[in-house]
């Protein structure tokens, strides 16, 4: 089963987030208006021949939020949820999101709201390509460039890449995280879960929480949870206890091996199946004591009602987009527990995707320990210039977070004469 979500949508969840940083920066009412609407959206019908005959017809989403430091930039999500709030909500963190990396992008993001689990591969690649069709329009390297997001990976990359380049003739920087064959970046899978465990290193060193033998609880294995855990594990030394995915949990307190639990989901198997701990339902996951709790799946999942009031950790990691509700979000803070933004923690992903663009454009490689050594240098700077504004503003890294990136892209709106 499914955790529920928040009543709350993405986009008042960032809309609430905003106006708490805007009031911070002292933004003009002018510029908050320009900075919360929406560039361009574009909605298209989608339909699609399914095996047994039938077309059925889908709906899909772009959404360009902001484009004033470099072209828009943003995964596209697959999910019966996605829908034109939550899209917005996500595009509207992309563009927070690069401009706190300080990476020449804007953003945008895109959703289809259907259940992949239902789709075949073929249908899957049916629909990757008729909503490319649709979207081709507003994409390009200098334009608006795709990645992964829930439920897309690099297989749906290639299927853009190539409808895209079938028309505009080869044209491999109009897409991030392809395969590395066809010109994606060393490192860019597992850069997500890379850059959470990179940030939660600076943390750990700046204030005392212990890393190396750390308690850690990981909502979500899908690609950012899994390779978190392979990381924490193989190299920070962390002790993760617990894990879950849609099926459930899994629960060992001296630790779970996680090469086994890799193992066995590789093999296509839910995690609340392995034998190697515990089986814990979804919700038992939140009450874990804990020194960290990373939600990794959807957002929405730590609310008032459900668990901000019993969440037993001292730092909430957000890997995933949206994870908290801004009420729970005052509540954690109330009760002394930080909280890494999404924006900041799981902004390793967009990073290597702006050096896989580069890379395209400039027809070279990079080496796996470049991305890596670029990765860490990148997202640390950017934890540091929070951590330095939290501490003189006296505020939660979220809204220091917020005041930093909505103050580059109204810099850079004014600078163009907005
Ligand atoms: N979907 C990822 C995110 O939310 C990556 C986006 C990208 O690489 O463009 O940050």
Redesign the pocket.
Known sequence: MSPPRAPMSGKAIVQTHFDRAANLISLESYMRRLLLCPFREVTVELPVRMDDGRIEVFTGYRIQHNGARGPC???I?YHPEADRDEVLG?AT??TW?TALMDIP?GGA?GGVTVDPKKLSKLELERLTRRFTQRIAIVLGPYRD?????VATNAQVMAWILDEYSSRQGYTPAVV??KPVALGGSLGREEA?GRGVMYVMDSYAHDFGVPLKGGRVVIQGFGNVGSHLARLLDAEAGAKVLAVSDVSGGIYNDKGLDIPGLLTHVGQGRPVSEWAGGKRITNEDLWTIPCDWLVPAALGGVITKEANARTIDCKVVVEGA?EPTTPTADLILEERGIALLPDFLA??G??T??YYEWAQNLQQYRWTHEQVNRELKATITKAYLTVRDLAKEKAVAFRTAAYGIALQRVADAERLRGN
Not at 145 to 149: L, V
């Open positions: 930039k943003g995964g999500r996500l963190i992309m999101k992008f993001k460039i795709p990645a992964p997001d991030t995280g997500t987009n799981n902004a992903g967009v290597v995707s």
